[in-house]
């Protein structure tokens, strides 16, 4: 009776009848009538025929059907293993045991480590981060990811095509950014070899810089090489011919341009004059609308210079512990402020000689304008008070970094509000040397580059008012996992800063409104705004989510019945089958998660008392072995809840070693 000294009463009797079974179970072998009760025995769920030996404190697992034991004992080691493998914050045994704790930021594909210690590399917990304050935080990103992948039909086959297409962008570095982006898709269209763009020397900043000048080109041609075929200029078999020089139609849709590739096919050589927003927003096929994003996201990169020196100005924005920064985008310039007709807070002199700067330029159809009605209908940028008083209202604290993403913003006293209430203001002149800009300061548009990355970069990205930069960095923040970026109402927010300079509103009730009126205007995901016309539909490069305009009805119908069998909500972003588990690899976490279960359906198991629980709802062991039912569903089903009861000592070792993981990895 030693054996069984310490268990239960109903134990102890069911382990005395195994005893006795055991005993006779020899002789029985050779008895009919002997091994049926023997086979209706409470021994019969857990003794093999041919056992005879079940004897001992732990005599009664022994005797555990082999596929129970096995099932048990697989699942129980996959849990413990699974609780090592799963933490990426705990550390390996051995030599390497401090890599996996070892914090490494990529940023184009260069590592940067960061100050951790020697000695602390070995250390079992990774040291805290400091949280993320909430006005700062990423609004909710929906589950959505990248998707730019080339389905395996679209890989370019061979380098036959139908003639060389030579794009020229037009416009400002932004325009031209998206517009480049729109030729490369447009090349994979016509079937074209592409050749490097060239640039506009023209525009407003008569900036002389090549493609090569800006970005990096051969980053360009190498991510594209199995979309297009790129070249540095017309091969020499065709510089005699002179080009076919053409401005594509705007907003045209993929019937254009395959119609237009019959024409280069004629001719060979066939130069667009224009690239900005020649291709359409809505109703393209998904691979045609990932390759435009491919082309912008990925393939466009800054030249090596710009790019490094754009990060050192984001690690100074981050300098003595502040870790976070605003890119405020003030469009608050001078030919801005003429072409839109907005004087307010600006002298008298201010404004005539902006109503003269109109009036010079001949291509700018609006003469005479409103200022005080344009204001009220929020036609007009922020003025730099405005953005003060906005940013006070959304929480940020007067010590919050700020970076100025603007050319050179007009008035004398224009600035003196935002300064004064947010102390910390920086733009690239005064964050970088005089030294470190020299390459850069005849050229604007590649300034411009470096003002672009310290935007995408930034924690929050506020504009106040569209244009082809603002449209161009919400897009690519989206791209990049929805980074908070602000677009403020200007007309709802134009009425409320007036009623508080009126007095006729408390600074409270202000607040709680321009708080209220821009929850959901956080840069969080939405799928394109429709319009009647193509050219008021939400700019695909502002907003690249699965969208389709559903303006005008008679095209919409049209493009619905071309494209139905592609499936236009798939595209660069598609929905992920995995919520909330960062980085982690899907297989793995869906394990783990089963392990888990696995687990707690072990612990209640092992914990359902027989006298309390299963013997008044006809559970108990003895019952179901007494009417002969040890074989069915429900007398397997007890003899699991058996077997967990009888691996309690496993059970509380493996909660014990969960809890600890839990606690270390968080």
Not at 325 to 340: G, N, P, V, W
Request: hydrophobic share 35%; charged share 25%; proline share 5%.
């Amino acid at each position: 009776m030693a054996s069984i000294s310490g268990s239960t009463p109903i134990s102890r009797r069911r382990l005395i009848d195994c005893e006795k079974l055991c005993h006779v179970s020899d002789e029985a072998d050779e008895d009919f009538d002997h091994q049926l009760h023997y086979n209706n025995s409470p021994c019969s769920f857990f003794k093999p025929r041919h056992f005879t030996n079940c004897k001992g404190r732990f005599g009664f697992l022994m005797i555990v059907p082999g596929w129970m034991r096995g099932l048990v004992a697989v699942l129980l080691s996959l849990v413990i293993l699974m609780a090592f493998l799963s933490s990426d914050r705990i550390g390996n045994f051995g030599t390497d045991r401090g890599k996996l704790v070892k914090k490494v930021e990529l940023r184009d594909d260069v590592a940067y480590s960061s100050s951790w210690k020697e000695e602390n590399l070995t250390r079992l917990i990774r040291k805290p981060e400091p949280p993320v304050p909430e006005i700062f935080m990423k609004p909710n990103s929906g589950s959505y990811k990248q998707c730019t992948e080339r389905p395996k039909n679209k890989y370019r086959a061979g380098n036959v095509t139908n003639g060389y297409l030579i794009p020229h962008a037009n416009g400002g570095l932004n325009q031209m950014r998206m517009g480049i982006s729109d030729m490369v898709a447009v090349a994979k269209l016509m079937n074209a070899t592409l050749v490097v763009p060239t640039l506009d020397h023209d525009s407003f900043w008569t900036d002389p810089s090549e493609f090569k000048d800006i970005f990096d080109l051969n980053h360009f041609k190498e991510v594209l090489k199995d979309d297009i075929v790129i070249v540095d200029s017309i091969p020499s078999a065709y510089t005699r011919i002179r080009p076919l020089v053409r401005a594509p139609t705007s907003w045209s849709k993929a019937s254009y341009y395959r119609d237009f590739a019959k024409t280069l096919k004629k001719y060979k050589v066939v130069k667009f004059t224009h690239t900005d927003a020649r291709l359409g927003n809505n109703g393209l096929a998904p691979s045609i609308q990932r390759l435009r994003c491919h082309a912008n996201y990925e393939a466009l990169r800054y030249r090596e210079e710009i790019e490094e020196l754009g990060i050192t100005l984001v690690d100074r924005l981050r300098k003595d512990g502040s870790n976070h920064y605003i890119a405020l985008h003030l469009r608050y310039e001078k030919d801005m402020l003429s072409f839109t007709g907005c004087s307010h807070n600006l002298t008298h002199e201010e404004a005539e000689e902006l109503k003269e700067m109109r009036y010079q330029v001949t291509h700018w159809k609006e003469k005479e304008i409103n200022s005080i009605e344009r204001r009220l209908q929020g036609g007009c940028p922020m003025t730099p008070h405005e953005a003060a008083v906005f940013l006070k209202a959304m929480g940020y604290p007067s010590n919050t970094n700020i970076y100025i993403v603007a050319g050179e913003i007009y008035g004398s006293n224009s600035m003196d509000s935002l300064k004064s209430e947010y102390p910390n203001i920086y733009t690239h002149y005064s964050l970088a040397s005089s030294e470190e800009l020299e390459p850069l300061e005849s050229y604007q548009n590649r300034l411009a580059a470096l003002d672009y990355i310290v935007a995408l970069e930034s924690d929050v990205f506020v504009y106040t008012y569209d244009g082809n930069m603002a449209k161009a960095v919400q897009g690519h923040r989206r791209f990049e996992g929805f980074r908070k970026t602000i677009h403020p109402d200007r007309q709802k927010f134009v009425g409320l800063i007036d009623k508080l300079d009126r007095g006729e509103i408390t600074w409270e009730e202000f607040e709680s409104r321009v708080k209220r009126d821009h929850k959901e205007r956080l840069g969080g995901p939405n799928e394109r705004k429709p319009g009647f016309t193509p050219r008021q539909e939400e700019y695909f490069y502002a907003n690249p989510l699965p969208g389709y305009g559903k303006g005008n009805v008679k095209r919409v119908r049209n493009e619905e019945r071309e494209e139905r069998d592609r499936r236009v909500t798939d595209l660069w972003f598609q929905e992920n089958l995995y919520r909330g588990f960062g980085n982690s690899l899907q297989s793995e976490m869906g394990l783990w998660t089963f392990l888990e279960g696995f687990l707690l359906l072990a612990n209640a198991l092992a914990i359902l008392n027989e006298d309390r629980f299963l013997a008044p709802k006809g559970w108990s062991f003895s019952e179901v072995s007494s009417s002969g039912g040890a074989k069915s569903l429900k007398g397997q089903i007890i003899g699991l809840i058996y077997a967990a009861q009888y691996l309690r000592v496993p059970l509380i070792i493996l909660n014990a070693i969960t809890i600890l993981v839990k606690l270390v990895s968080g």
